[in-house]
């Protein structure tokens, strides 16, 4: 593996290591406010993103790398509104397809096929990934009374099909 893929790979963990706290960090402004489903959402997509950086750190591992940590700025933890957070969760998702796109690229102009193929299973869950942000946002952005609010808190994780 060429010093340009890992380093890109390396990336990738961190910036899976930095979605994952910022999911605990909207978990945790949610609690706050109240919004329990949501917070109960945005912890499980934390656990999600760590188990993706510990992927990233074994693959590299496997192939003899090992994975270095930089330090990172804390992530953002109060937000103006669900909207606002769901916004977040947005961009750390498109965020998350970008690294992976470049990694993905690398591992195709390098021939590196077995990185190729661990990337493509990254690569297919971003789809769902974006999606369900997206339809979080719009679902935020529709709330338009309380009880609006309540209902969406309530089933978030049926919304978004995470049931």
Known sequence: MTDSLQDLLCKQAEHERYAAASYTA????CV????????????????EEYQHMSTF????LDR????????QEAPKGTFE???????????????????????????????DYPSQNMLLKF??????EEAWAAKMVTLTERLDCPG????????IEVELGEA
Request: proline share 1%; hydrophobic share 45%; charged share 20%.
């Open 123 to 128: 690569i297919e869950e971003q789809v769902e």
């Open 32 to 47: 706050s406010e109240d919004y329990s489903g949501f917070s109960s959402f945005f912890a499980k997509q934390a656990a």
């Open 26 to 29: 909207l978990s945790l402004w």
């Open 148 to 155: 609006a609010l309540y209902q969406l808190d309530r089933h």
């Open 81 to 111: 509104g669900l909207t606002e957070a769901a916004k977040v969760a947005q961009s750390l998702e498109v965020n998350n397809t970008a690294g992976i796109t470049a990694c993905y690229e690398a591992a195709l102009a390098e021939k």
């Open 57 to 60: 750190h074994q693959y590299l």
């Open 64 to 71: 003899g790398i090992l994975p270095v940590f930089e330090s």
